[in-house]
């Protein structure tokens, strides 16, 4: 038996980085993982896979259309499925190798198996039980399932399967038009598949800013992909290696089918406590299936902690992340806190999305009077030089003192623009701020001050 000052359990972005974090603010920590490799959902089969199969089939897109126009001649690429696959591996392997390193940097243990919680302060991981003063449970979500589907991860997947088919499809049908339908539906259509989305709601990426909503789903269309809204999948059924989706018009009632090759369910995901034996330990939960906790990831049950997709909020990495160094800071008798108004959303297509802060739909309901910068990329020459014209930024800042409560945009590295605007917002930054800002020229985050500029006197380039 080992004893610990904490354990974590899950080595996603929420468990490994609050292990490293314990560990340098000097407690004994151990982290229970039972995959083969440590990084959770996201390093094995989520963000990383899929921004190394975007970025992959982004090339490929930027040689089909870009090259010939710059001057770029010769034969155009050809698919090799095999080899793209093992680039993602590489990419996966890279990452989660990097986390081993960085614990056996920090002394923080591996311990390797699944965790059950037989009584406080107890971790039993297989035959071994071992002790810790604190336990964060860090066990990530899975993917939510739909009635009348059954995903084999082979013919209907999840976003697991959609990273490793045996083969390109040539149909493919995405149930969910969120963040992983739009952001896989995109590789395939990059890849020659005839993507559809079937979408429950009237709109594209629920929650986000309306405008860049449509604006989005205009520039996903023009890619390819097919988009069916306002449409309820009833179920899937598989037969001959091919699967037809059977959904209703919400507007009519009427009853259709779509038949692919692949289909992929992106409906969401669930938290993954499973085994963890919440319920015989008397955790309160939402619900919602979520671990209900205080403001220092406390549980109702003394020494045990909740972060990441296992409780409230949006299902994040990066959100995992803060709340893992935040709870490790809480347990070493600090005072963190968590922004949970900054926490920047980005969708990693082409173009990307990001946002943060209020959407104007949220401003209205509020009743709160605002004003709106924007900015066309198209105004901005660094985009115009690189094919990245489409798209705009555009900012929401409150009419009365200027200060920034919002920021929208879709255009070339949107997700590394944000955060220019989540710095100022976290110091309570006014539009003008920004505007007074000196920019380099010609980078894209001009167009971002031009946005800035638009809230007061006017932007200069449009
Ligand atoms: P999501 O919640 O983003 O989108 C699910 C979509 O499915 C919604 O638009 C919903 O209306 C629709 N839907 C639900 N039931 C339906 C039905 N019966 N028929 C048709 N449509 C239906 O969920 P998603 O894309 O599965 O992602 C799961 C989580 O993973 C999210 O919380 C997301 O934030 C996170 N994630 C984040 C990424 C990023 O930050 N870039 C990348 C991938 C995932």
Known sequence: MSSYDVIFIGAGPGGYVGAIRAAQ?????GCVEGRATLGGTCLNVGCIPSKAMLHATHMLHEAEHNFATMGLKGKAPSVDWKQMLSYKDDTIAQNTGGIEFLFKKNKVDWIKGWATIPEPGKVKVGDDVHEAKHIVIASGSAAASLPGVEVDEKTVVTSTGALE?????????????????????????????DVSVIEYLDAITPGMDAEIARQFQKMLTKQGLKFTLGAAVQGVAVKGGKATVTYKLRKDDSEHTMTADTVLVATGRKPYTEG?????LGVEMSDRGQ????SRYATNVKGIYAIGDTIAGPM??????????????????????????IIPGVIYTHPEVANVGATEEMLKEEGRAYKVGKFPFMGNARAKANFAGDGFVKILADKETD???????????????????CVAMEFGAAAEDLARTCHAHPTYSEAVREAALACGDGAIHA
């Open 25 to 29: 603010l000097g407690l004994k920590v």
């Open 316 to 341: 994040l990495a990066h959100k995992a992340e803060d709340e893992g160094m935040a709870v490790a800071e809480a347990i070493a008798g600090q005072h963190p806190h968590v922004n949970y108004n």
């Open 403 to 421: 200060r920034i409560l919002g920021a929208h945009i879709i255009g070339p590295m949107a997700g590394d623009l944000i955060h220019e605007i």
């Open 291 to 294: 671990i209900k906790t205080d």
């Open 165 to 193: 088919l045996g083969k390109i499809p040539k149909t493919m049908v995405v149930i969910g038009a969120g963040v992983i339908g739009l952001e896989l539906g995109s590789v395939y259509a990059r890849l020659g598949a």
């Open 276 to 280: 963890l034996g919440l319920a015989e």
